[in-house]
């Protein structure tokens, strides 16, 4: 990418931190629509540039996120100056996300995709009862839980880690699907599973014991069903300083203590 050339495109979340840059980097930079722009700059936090991945994924425009949240795994530390020299240098990062087909109590069916995750959880005070399925065959008849996730590498280091789920390494063609308080089997934490696999999630007692499920920001409440699969032709590219790319942070967070 030539720097000199580069047509930026800044869109921001409302937070001040981010109106602010905003302001800042436009007045020096200026600011080219989004649908014909180099590159997308995404000021704000992680949930903002998650946001971001969905709203431009059908433009196949990298998108090159500044911190101006709190966290700041997904994003580039904020700084006026030289921004040209450093998007031409970045690293890139090619993410897929998950796709998600989930069937509620009533029939309606709900497609949706996942940078992160896809997730179910009990919506009562009892714990849910849940089948796992991988490509048609069951592998688990009965998971008693709170819930259960399947997470992509760039996801493994959010929720999925939270829960004590494995860091997934990008590139490593794999998902993590790992439960959420499980009861019984209680020393079931989950599986690494081919990123070609289909994993299908079935609520034994919908009734009695309702789940909602989650796909980042798509939310389902009474589930019966959900199939997740990596979808196989979507991906967006995202933009990372040099020495700080997404899969040396993936790295540093199996050190973490």
Not at 23 to 46: F, H
Not at 89 to 115: D, N, W
Request: aromatic letters at 6%.
């Amino acid at each position: 990418m030539n720097n000199s050339r580069t047509r930026i495109a800044f869109v921001s979340s409302d937070s001040d931190p981010a109106t602010g840059a905003l302001q800042e980097l436009t007045s020096r930079y200026g600011n080219a629509p989004t649908d014909d722009c180099d590159v997308i700059v995404a000021l704000g936090g992680d949930g903002f540039v998650l946001h971001c991945l969905h709203d431009y994924l059908a433009t196949n425009t990298p998108i090159y996120g500044i911190n101006r949240g709190t966290v700041g795994f997904l994003l580039n530390v904020y700084d006026l100056d030289n921004l040209p020299q450093r998007i031409a240098e970045a690293q890139a990062e090619t993410l897929h996300p998950l796709t998600m087909t989930a069937v509620s109590t009533t029939g309606e069916i709900t497609h949706a995709m996942a940078f992160n995750e896809v997730a179910l959880l009990r919506s009562a005070r009892q714990s849910a009862n849940l089948r796992i399925l991988v490509n048609g065959k069951v592998h688990l008849e009965k998971l008693i839980c709170d819930g259960v996730l399947v997470a992509t590498p760039a996801g493994s280091t959010a929720y999925n880690l939270s829960v004590h789920g494995p860091v997934v390494p990008l590139g490593s063609d794999l998902m993590a699907l790992t439960s959420i308080s499980a009861f019984r089997p209680r020393r079931w934490r989950g599986a690494l599973l081919p990123s070609s696999a289909q994993i299908t999630i079935e609520n034994l007692d919908p009734v009695k014991r309702p789940v909602s499920g989650s796909a980042d920001h798509t939310e389902i409440v009474d589930v019966a069903s959900v199939t997740i699969s990596q979808h196989p032709s979507k991906s967006v590219v995202m933009l990372f300083d040099q020495g700080h790319s997404l899969n040396e942070r993936i790295l540093r967070e199996q050190f973490e203590i």
